[in-house]
């Protein structure tokens, strides 16, 4: 029998928010525990109503593009990006 080895797509049900740790021009960053693994993680969240022209959406994505690229052991490592649908973004 062959198993299934695709992974699950990420939602915020994934992660507990504990606090806010900051704001940017964007969104905010927020202190979260990845339920799966016990991690501590930062969550940014982008307000979608900051990116409706494609200027901010190609800044934002810029944004994504570059944290993967960062490879620092100051600098938080980038994991995943996702997006919610939903009502509450």
Do not use: W
């Not at 927020?30 to 307000?47: R, W």
């Amino acid at each position: 029998m062959e198993e299934n080895k695709e992974i699950p797509a990420t939602t915020l049900d994934y992660y507990k928010i504990v606090k806010l740790i900051g704001k940017g021009a964007f969104g905010k960053v927020t202190l979260g525990i990845h339920k799966l693994t016990g991690k501590y993680v930062a969550l940014k969240t982008i307000n979608k109503a900051f990116i409706k022209d494609e200027f901010a959406r190609k800044k934002v994505l810029q944004e994504v593009y570059i944290h993967k690229k960062l490879k620092h052991h100051h600098i938080i490592r980038f994991v995943k990006f996702f997006f919610l649908f939903s009502e509450n973004c």
